[in-house]
Each structure stands twice: as C-alpha cells, then as structure tokens.
C-alpha cells in the first residue's frame, strides 16, 4: 500500500493529520494506530521487570521516514532520534534514490560469533590438533546447550582457531535465525569451554559472544542520477566530484572518519532503536569494521561515475539485527514500528538499516559539499531554543525566524523574542 501514499508536505502536518495519512492508506494496523493515539507507552511494571533499580521510563520521539525504495518494495522506516535533521536528511536522501531507481541490498551471511579463550597451553600445536579433530563433537556439544534453536533450523555451524598473543582462540559459528543469539550463544560457548579446557590441557579465561559480527555482513548500494543532485548541469557535476572526494578523505583521515561514520550511525542507531535492537552492539560491531584495515575508515564509498551520469553508493556493515527475543516484544511502541515495517524477518530489517544508514550518509555529505551543513542545523537548533523558552505550537515558527536573524542564537535571546512577542499581543 505504501506505493499509493502521497508524501508531500507529510512533515507539515501535525501528528493527528499523519496519524489519518496512516489510516487512509492503511500504512499500519488498527492496532498499531490505536497504540499511537492513545500514545501507548511501556508499562512501568513490564519496565520493572526489564532493567535494575527502575525509577521510571524514558520516552524519545518516534518518527517516520517514508518511501524509502529497498529491493523494488517500498518501506515506511520507523525512527526513535531526538535529533532534529536526522529525520528530514534521510526523508530528503530517500526521495532522490527512489528516483534513481531506489536500494538494492545483500546479505552475504546471517551467522554469530562466540569465541573461548584459552591460556596456559603447555603444547600449542598438540592442543590444536586434538580440537580440531574433535570439531563436528564440540559443534554438536553447542547444540545439545541449545537444542530449540536447532529445531528452527539454527545452530553450530563450524569452529575455527586462532593463535593471538598469549591465546589460543576457539571461534564458533552459529546460525541464530530471526534472533540476535547473544544469550544463545554465550550458552553454547560456556557448553563447550570444559571440554575445550580437556582436549587443550589449558585453561579457559572466558567464553562469551563476540560483537564483532563479520559473519552477518549486509551491504546496500544506491546510485543518485546527476540531475537530481542539481538542475544546473555545471553544479550537479562539481557536486558530484566533491561527493566521491568527501568519501575518499574519510578513508584516508580518522578524524574525518569518526564524524563521517557519526553521520551513518544517526539514521541506523534511530531505526535499531526502534524496532527494540541493541544499538550498542551495532555501533560496537561497526566501529571495529570500520578499523579492519588496521586504520579507522569511512564506512561507506561514493564513486562518480561520468560515464553514467551518476553518483554510486556503497555501504558494508556487521548487522545481527534481530526480530525475535530480548525485549523487543514487551514494548508497545516496538510493536507499532514493526507493524509500520510490515513485520520484515531479521534479513530484510537488516538491509534496511543498512540502506538508511546510507541514505543519512548522502544526505550530510550532499549538504556539506554544497551550501554545508549549517543553515538546516541552525534553523532546528532555534525551534528548540525556541521549545525550551516555553513557546507554544503556534508561537514556534515566529521566534525561529526572528532568531535566525537575531545576533546570538541562544536562550537567552529566545526568552526575550517571546516576552516581546506576548507583550504586543497582549
């Protein structure tokens, strides 16, 4: 259905009116839209249960990028950020690569990592020898500890060694299906660390998952035809040459790279969050991808292509992205953003994410390389300025435009506008 939606002005409007696009179009479920506006919020007894010491929730806005092309299938994305841009960036990227001819992704493989650390080896080579020899018994060990997973056809999958420093390093692959596996498999690594500690003579320091995920890479590449980055052809060709060098300077400085890889994260943090993944462990995973070269790089490349008339985006990163366990059914406003997402299994979710963690990478490149990043982030920073003098719905858009031109865009200046303002209409 979302193919049928009409977009424009959407972010013009207010949130009962998005509420009845929703409706009208039949973007979400009837449960999910009672949800929105009865503004369901996790319980505070389900919370309770979910984290130590609670004293009460958190709640963050949840927004809507929309039409964004993945696959020849069009997608609502659900965002939880309280950054401004964020939203309107990727709404903005994903309009001009749906006109391009929209996402195309690849999941090269869906497995975990664990790994048992062993130390205080006394005969290296015999220890490696005796564990490999005994592989398909140690796989098998993993899915006895977790037998449910093999019966929804997951598990073990192979076992490989490493030799760093003072350890020899035993890595298990396992296929954890539509969940992210940390629990999974940090019972499957504790299975097999006795039997590890027997077959090396050493002892095991610790087994636990790795966050490393390089077994569920997912790429997503797009391209954005030159007349869509400007009507001028002169303007679009130069902004073109600035993209492709704005990526390869993230690639040869990490001071670039660090807010480069920023940018990226903005969109895909704000859609793990939503659908109740743990973000902690993407940005952990993808901060170390981003450093597998031995330098920390840019996560994306953008390439112009003369020929073709075109600038060609790619991006590559570990995404263990779940949909099934942890806390991601408890929450009701998780629900909503799966119900909006049209309940995609862990692969889909994960290009997804992927593709708008590129779409904001466009987008903040574009506006830096053209007339920079500034001017839409100082127009947001005075409406919150403008939110945190006490103005209402209505007053906003007046103190934002009188800020914009004021000398000091700050609080301060805010609250005065605002006295000023009240005092003429009183």
């Known amino acids: 259905m979302a193919d049928m939606v009409s977009w424009t002005g959407f972010a013009k409007k207010s949130p009962h009116e998005r509420w009845?696009?929703?409706?009208?179009?039949?973007?979400?479920?009837?449960?999910?839209?009672?949800?929105?506006?009865?503004?369901?919020?996790?319980?505070?007894?389900?919370?309770?249960?979910?984290?130590?010491?609670?004293?009460?929730?958190?709640?963050?806005?949840l927004s809507l990028a929309p039409d964004f092309l993945v696959n020849g299938q069009t997608y609502n994305l659900p965002m939880v950020t309280e950054e401004p841009s964020v939203v309107a960036a990727a709404s903005y990227a994903a309009k001009l690569i749906k006109r391009s001819g929209g996402f195309k992704t690849e999941v090269h493989q869906r497995q975990m990592l664990g790994q048992v650390a062993l130390i205080g080896l006394s005969n290296w080579q015999a220890a490696k020898k005796a564990i490999l020899a005994h592989k398909d018994d140690l796989t098998q060990l993993a899915n006895q500890a977790h037998p449910s997973i093999v019966k929804r056809g997951g598990g073990a999958r192979d076992l490989t060694l490493a030799e760093k420093g003072d350890f020899l390093i035993v890595y298990l692959s396992v296929d954890t299906q539509e969940a992210m596996g940390a629990n999974m498999v940090n019972t499957m690594m504790e299975a097999i660390a006795p039997k590890l500690e027997e077959l090396s003579g050493g002892q095991s320091l610790m087994a636990?998952?790795?966050?490393?995920?390089?077994?569920?890479?997912?790429?997503?590449?797009?391209?954005?035809?030159?007349?869509?980055?400007?009507?001028?052809?002169?303007?679009?060709?130069?902004?073109?040459?600035?993209?492709?060098?704005?990526?390869?300077l993230a690639q040869v400085d990490p001071y670039r790279a660090s807010t480069h890889n920023k940018g990226i994260f903005n969109g895909i943090d704000a859609l793990v969050?939503?659908?109740g993944n743990d973000w902690r462990a993407i940005e952990a995973g993808g901060h170390a991808y981003a450093a597998t070269s031995g330098s920390y790089r840019g996560l994306s490349q953008w390439t112009y292509d003369k020929e073709a008339g075109q600038v060609k985006g790619s991006l590559t990163l570990p995404m263990p992205i779940a949909t099934k366990g942890g806390?991601?059914?408890?929450?009701?406003?998780?629900?909503?953003?799966?119900?909006?997402?049209?309940?995609?299994?862990?692969?889909?979710?994960?290009?997804?994410?992927?593709?708008?963690?590129?779409?904001?990478?466009?987008?903040?490149?574009?506006?830096?390389?053209?007339?920079?990043?500034?001017?839409?982030?100082?127009?947001?920073?005075?409406?919150?300025?403008?939110?945190?003098?006490?103005?209402?719905?209505?007053?906003?858009?007046?103190?934002?435009?009188?800020?914009?031109?004021?000398?000091?865009?700050?609080?301060?200046?805010?609250?005065?506008?605002?006295?000023?303002l009240r005092a003429k209409r009183d």
């Open 327 to 420: 806390s991601i059914g408890l929450n009701p406003s998780v629900q909503v953003a799966f119900d909006l997402l049209g309940h995609p299994d862990a692969k889909t979710l994960a290009g997804l994410i992927v593709s708008l963690g590129l779409a904001q990478n466009f987008a903040a490149l574009k506006a830096l390389v053209g007339k920079g990043i500034q001017a839409g982030h100082m127009k947001l920073q005075a409406k919150s300025l403008a939110l945190l003098a006490g103005a209402s719905e209505k007053e906003v858009p007046k103190i934002v435009q009188e800020l914009l031109s004021a000398q000091h865009l700050n609080l301060e200046t805010a609250k005065k506008i605002l006295a000023d």
């Open 20 to 61: 009845q696009i929703l409706e009208d179009n039949q973007a979400l479920s009837q449960a999910g839209l009672d949800k929105l506006k009865r503004q369901e919020l996790l319980p505070l007894e389900t919370a309770n249960q979910m984290a130590e010491n609670l004293i009460g929730r958190l709640a963050l806005p």
């Open 273 to 275: 969050l939503a659908t």
């Open 208 to 248: 636990i998952l790795s966050n490393y995920a390089t077994d569920s890479l997912v790429t997503a590449k797009c391209t954005v035809d030159l007349r869509f980055l400007s009507r001028n052809k002169e303007e679009a060709e130069n902004l073109a040459k600035k993209l492709e060098q704005a990526s390869q």
